[in-house]
C-alpha cells in the first residue's frame, strides 16, 4: 500500500524501482520495517536518542560508527535517502 502510495508522489519519482529506499522512507512514516534508521548528523542523532529534545536534563545514547566499518559487515546494505523533505 506505502509503495502505491509513493509510486503516486512526484518527490519519490528519485526512488521508483528501489525497494530498499521505499522502505526506508516507509520507516518515517512509522510503517516497521527490520530496517535500522542511521545518521551522519549529530544534532539529528541526538533529537532521537532523547525522549524530550527540548529538554536540556536526562539523558542519552548515542552510537557511532565508521561507514567503512559497516560496509564489512556480512549482510549488511546500507540505504542512503534524502531525508531534507518527507513529503509530511
Known amino acids: 500500500m ?3 502510495w ?5 518527490q519519490m519519482h528519485t526512488y521508483q524501482g528501489n525497494d530498499e529506499a521505499v522502505v526506508t522512507i516507509a520507516q518515517h512514516y512509522g510503517i516497521a520495517t ?3 534508521d542511521l545518521t551522519d548528523v549529530p544534532e539529528t542523532a541526538l533529537t532521537f536518542a532523547k525522549s524530550d529534545p527540548a529538554s536540556s536534563t536526562g539523558e542519552a545514547v548515542i552510537y ?3 561507514e567503512s566499518d559497516l560496509r564489512k559487515i556480512e549482510g549488511v546494505n546500507l540505504v542512503r535517502i534524502s531525508v531534507e523533505n518527507l513529503w509530511r
Not at 509513493?6 to 512526484?10: D, H, L, R, Y
Open 6 to 10: 509513493a509510486n503516486g508522489v512526484p
Open 34 to 36: 527490520s530496517f535500522l
Open 2 to 4: 506505502f509503495a502505491e
Open 64 to 66: 557511532c560508527f565508521l
